[in-house]
């Protein structure tokens, strides 16, 4: 490796930028290619990007870069769950029971020009929008693009490809197609898309609802949530199938049908959103898919970074913090002055794997759990009981939520595992009436609660060890 080699990004996107600032932070080239116009001039996001929630890992790669407080400056912290029922009742769950901890509502537009402005005060980053690219030439480093503006395809040469182009990855594609090594991959979509709308903020500016919450309307098979932003506004995310139940995104084809499903289902959401009409005929149905891949790498010539390599679906609002947390895995590995990119490459695949496996199949399991289950009196009991322990134990208790989301220095394959085997002790302990919240127990008595339910964690984990698992 060399200071002086040529790096190319495809894709200009939260990971990208982040990526192209901390490679020119340390001395590198950098050119970036972007397919969108610059959104800095530009609105490219319109009803096509669920609203992003910044947690520790994202911040971490943040603060690695120096972007931390710039990107504080334009959060909304979120201090737990607010569920709302048909009848329009609302119940609080917060996301820990420790002090100070919650997620971030941040605009996806915002937090890329940030990241944008800072790599390119640097004078070894260059980054060429309207600049879509058609292929990889993998064995030679070249990647071919087409001007947006003028229609001219050029090729540009480098001496390492970095693909951070989302999930549709020209990089990605060109693995499978030009069959240079044996390149597994899957792409699996849930039978539900979603949908953006809008709860503008009031006549003076102000948020409709609370905005220190994440609002989730679980009915179900399906679900609507809204993020907050900075103008008072909320994004509101519908989450349903395409074509199963009563209701779906084939079937709600006019505004009758429309109305008479949010009258039904979100009547307190309805009387928030005045442009449901429109917005529901002309924003678009996006596709909730996860993508799983490996090699992430090709010799020593290219490498998948971000959604590329790992898209997930949003439901533990970590695809973003994923990707964010893929640089500083990234930049720990160059620390170590391996030989060759080669080297880089896979040493850095080696490590993060499986935490990104592990991130896309809780991903999966939280939708399960938005969707069905926060509203179950089971879920509530076992979060009222993690919530007091975290509460009174907070160095000794991490829910699964907290491990995730919270503890950065702990990879989410651990987290994962660990997570899973507390949920499953807790509901052991519960549905076998060994704990119970039906009286506020002292801290004693939670002390007996938390000893049962790190035995039986242990019990669990070490079967599932056994059991290869």
């Not at 790096?7 to 080239?29: D, E, F, M, N, P």
């Not at 800095?40 to 990007?49: E, L, N, T």
């Not at 709308?197 to 500016?205: R, T, V």
Request: contains cysteine.
């Amino acid at each position: 490796m060399n200071k002086k080699d040529n790096i190319v990004i495809i894709g200009a996107g939260l990971c990208g930028s982040l990526l192209a600032l901390r490679l020119a932070q340390r001395g590198y080239k950098v050119e970036v290619y972007e397919s969108r116009p610059d959104l800095r001039k530009v609105d490219i996001s319109a009803g096509r990007s669920i609203n992003l929630a910044l947690s520790d890992r994202g911040l971490k790669a943040l603060r690695l870069c120096g972007m931390e407080e710039k990107a504080k400056e334009i959060c909304i912290p979120m201090y737990g769950r607010l569920m709302h029922d048909k009848a329009g009742n609302t119940f609080a769950s917060n996301y820990s029971g420790r002090e100070g901890e919650y997620i971030n509502s941040i605009s996806r537009g915002d937090l890329n020009a940030i990241l944008l402005d800072e790599a390119e005060k640097h004078e070894n980053v260059n980054i060429h929008f309207n600049s879509g690219c058609k292929k990889v030439d993998i064995e030679n480093k070249v990647a071919h693009f087409k001007s947006y503006e003028t229609g001219e395809k050029f090729k540009v040469k480098g001496d390492v490809i970095f693909g951070t182009d989302g999930a549709g990855s020209s990089l990605r594609k060109s693995y499978i197609s030009e069959r240079k090594f044996l390149f597994s991959y899957s792409q699996n979509y849930l039978n539900h898309g979603y949908k953006e709308l809008e709860i503008p903020a009031d006549d003076s500016g102000n948020h409709q609802i609370s905005k220190g919450h994440l609002h989730i309307w679980p009915r179900g098979d399906f679900m609507l949530i809204a993020l907050p932003n900075m103008d008072g506004s909320f994004t509101v995310t519908l989450f349903l199938s395409y074509d199963e139940g009563e209701y779906n995104f084939n079937n709600l084809t006019s505004t009758k049908k429309i109305t008479a499903f949010f009258e039904k289902e979100f009547p307190d959401a309805l009387t928030l959103i005045p442009n449901i009409k429109e917005e529901f005929a002309n924003n678009p149905t996006g596709p909730l898919g996860t993508v799983k891949c490996s090699p992430w790498s090709y010799q020593k010539k290219t490498l998948l970074m971000g959604d590329a390599a790992h898209a997930i679906v949003p439901f533990y609002g970590q695809g973003m913090n994923a990707s964010f947390e893929d640089v500083v895995v990234f930049d720990a590995i160059l620390n170590q002055n391996l030989e060759n990119w080669d080297a880089v490459f896979k040493a850095y695949e080696k490590v993060r794997k499986k935490d990104t496996d592990a991130i896309a199949d809780l991903a999966i399991d939280n939708f399960y759990e938005m969707r069905d289950h926060v509203a179950n009196p089971l879920f509530k009991e076992k979060r009222k009981i993690e919530m007091d322990l975290e509460k009174h134990f907070s160095n000794q208790y991490f829910s699964k939520y907290s491990l995730v989301t919270f503890n950065e220095e702990i990879g989410y394959n651990e987290a994962m595992k660990r997570g899973r085997a507390q949920d499953k002790a807790l509901l052991n302990l519960i549905a076998d009436k060994n704990i119970s919240t039906s009286l506020e127990m002292s801290k004693k008595e939670l002390e007996i609660v938390l000893n049962k339910v790190k035995e039986e964690t242990e019990k669990i984990l070490k079967e599932d060890k056994i059991a290869g698992l």
